[in-house]
């Protein structure tokens, strides 16, 4: 390898935070490591999170036409030709940038760049942020050189022949996360009392319909507690009623790490970045699955931390009935909320985006 040769990374992750936010996390390492010697180049949907969010850390974002399967409808008729022009965009991306591997996270948005890595002997990388592998994941696993997971059982679920190219680390985080912020510089960035309970509540990076309902459902008796909280709705939520004073409302939170250093409870959808976070910084939560994910991997995430003692789980069906109720009677136990915290934070993986960076630096670009 000569001194002045670069590693070239080429990604496919994106459609929500969940899949992005871990490619993230493992880039940012190799920049921080390599600096000027790497160049990485994102695809994704044009529509979706990534396409703000990319271009706004500084790398190389192109869109491929792909989009998720929704059912038998009009759109899904052309489905196979997105697929087909998405994997052509891939590979003339792969021949003109060279890259050294291919790194994918999961969901639609991966398949045509593993595809195409394949074709073109690159080698592949797959991120597995659940218990539960996706539908691509499984797809891509044969032709994967290494597989990343974050939990350790996950390998129970691919087949005998991968299973020496399935290497347990960890969920990489954004290093923003672990970052700690003063708690009353935050307090006042929200325009929240410091000293009060805080309480967070997000769906994730596009919001969670049914969180937010059962949370407009039980506002009224929000608002007669002496806790206060922040609602992350995504964009598509319109309220029905007004706003109590003690919510701080937005559609979406660009800074997480200050949400999570104000809040004393987090509750929130089980997916896979989120859990990490919430390991990593060991924040006591009620997580609450969404009920249509293809393989039942959010029920599997919230198990596996509530079986732990990390973490209460909540079903989607008892949301509004229940949401109000198991909130406030878990904010008033601080001993409980200790306890919580404490078994979150031995099951984070802090260190899972540096080690994957090396990993990757060690044998796809040194080693070159």
Request: proline share 4%; charged share 20%; glycine share 6%.
């Amino acid at each position: 390898m000569s001194k002045d040769s670069k590693f070239r990374l080429f990604i496919a992750a994106g459609g929500t935070g969940g899949h992005l936010f871990p490619a993230l996390a493992v880039v940012e390492e190799i920049h921080s490591i390599l600096q000027e010697n790497f160049e990485a180049h994102f695809v994704g949907n044009a529509n979706k999170i990534e396409a703000r969010i990319v271009p706004s850390k500084g790398y190389k974002f192109n869109s491929i036409p792909i989009t998720g399967f929704t059912g038998i409808n009009f759109n899904a008729f052309f489905l196979p030709f997105k697929i087909f022009l998405s994997i052509s965009k891939c590979r003339k991306i792969i021949s003109n940038f060279k890259p050294d591997a291919v790194l994918c996270t999961g969901a639609y948005i991966s398949y045509p760049a593993g595809i195409a890595s394949s074709i073109m002997g690159v080698p592949l990388i797959l991120m597995e942020s659940n218990v539960n592998p996706g539908k691509t994941i499984r797809l891509l696993s044969p032709r994967a050189s290494i597989i990343f997971t974050s939990f350790e059982e996950t390998s129970k679920y691919f087949s005998n022949a991968i299973q020496s190219r399935i290497k347990y680390i960890g969920n990489p985080i954004r290093k923003d996360i672990m970052e700690k912020r003063d708690k009353k510089q935050a307090a006042e960035e929200f325009g929240l009392n410091p000293f009060k309970k805080t309480v967070l509540i997000f769906g994730g990076s596009l919001g969670a319909k049914s969180i937010n309902i059962a949370v407009e459902n039980n506002l009224e008796l929000f608002a007669n507690t002496d806790v206060q909280y922040i609602w992350q709705t995504g964009n598509n939520f319109e309220h029905k009623k007004p706003i109590p004073k003690n919510f701080k409302v937005l559609k979406f939170i660009d800074d997480m790490a200050s949400a999570y250093s104000i809040a004393d409870l987090v509750i929130s959808r089980a997916g896979a970045t989120t859990i990490a976070e919430i390991t990593a910084i060991g924040k006591p939560s009620i997580l609450i699955p969404l009920a249509s994910a293809s393989n039942n991997e959010q029920f599997l995430n919230a198990k596996y931390l509530e079986d732990k003692g990390a973490s209460l789980m909540l079903h989607n069906e008892d949301l509004s009935n229940k949401i109000f109720e198991i909130i406030t009677k878990l904010i008033d136990d601080d001993e409980k909320l200790n306890r919580i915290s404490k078994q979150a934070l031995s099951l984070g993986t802090p260190e899972s985006g540096k080690l994957i960076a090396k990993f990757i630096i060690e044998n796809y670009y040194l080693s070159k």
